[in-house]
């Protein structure tokens, strides 16, 4: 029973538009959340999170919005380049367990 | 900026033998995790640790084992590997408190033949 999805597996979106990768989640206990970006045979790499106090949080072409009532996130790239082609994880911190539950993930591809 | 180190990147075995995956971070974080991801799935959570002498089983079934018997090193061991072993494996690590990054390595691909 999946805590964290991301129920779009792909997606697919110009060079200089936005991208933008949904996440949902079902236990209300979760109050961190952070997005990963993985290449094929690498190590996810960390890219932005944002707490439960907050609705919005900001880093360069990264943008994360958090809608609490929804139970939902969302992670907005833009302009959105040829390099930020991979594959992005939502995950959720747990502060009962210390675990971090993550999504399926959802590939991206930017079109040149 | 990541200090976690995984070894080997890529290993391909015979059904039975053992091994065993390293990894090591030199950020003096006390939780370390490790991960299992195949293609199109989420990161399924198979061993993790809070600090020297403490292991912990994951969500994932594994019939892995680990050990943390210095707060860097946290190795996972595979008895008799399993063509079902076959997958990638991702060692992470995290400071101590709430609401923390989580660090990975660059992962192990495990091919059992």
Redesign the interface.
């Given at each position: 029973d999946?805590q964290?999805k991301q129920n779009s597996?792909s997606l697919s979106v110009q060079e200089g538009r936005i991208s933008i990768l949904n996440c949902d989640y079902t236990n209300s206990m979760f109050?961190?959340f952070?997005w990963?970006k993985k290449y094929p045979?690498?190590?996810?790499?960390?890219l932005i999170?944002i707490?439960s106090i907050k609705d919005k949080n900001e880093d360069g072409r990264f943008t994360v919005f958090l809608n609490k009532s929804a139970k939902h996130l969302s992670l907005h790239i833009v302009p959105s380049q040829p390099g930020d082609s991979a594959v992005y994880?939502c995950?959720a911190?747990d502060?009962g367990t210390?675990?971090?539950i993550?999504?399926?993930?959802t590939r991206l591809k930017v079109l040149a | 900026e990541?200090d976690i180190y995984?070894t080997p990147?890529?290993l391909v075995i015979g059904t039975g033998k053992k091994i065993t995956l390293e990894c090591s971070q030199t950020m003096g974080h006390d939780?370390m995790?490790w991960?299992q991801q195949d293609p199109?799935?989420?990161?399924h959570?198979i061993h993790?640790s809070?600090g020297v002498n403490s292991t912990e089983k994951?969500?994932l079934s594994s019939e892995s084992t680990v050990s943390r018997i210095r707060t860097e090193h946290f190795p996972l061991t595979l008895e008799s590997a399993r063509p079902s072993h076959t997958s990638?494996y991702?060692c992470?690590s995290s400071e101590q408190g709430?609401?923390?990054?989580?660090?990975?390595?660059?992962?192990t691909?495990l091919s059992v033949l």
């Open positions: 999946q964290v597996p109050d961190y952070l990963y045979a690498e190590g996810p790499t960390f999170s707490s994880f995950a911190f502060s210390y675990k971090y993550f999504g399926t993930g | 990541a995984q990147r890529y939780k995790y991960y199109g799935m989420e990161l959570l993790y809070y994951g969500d990638q991702l992470a709430l609401n923390e990054k989580l660090f990975f390595g660059s992962g691909q």
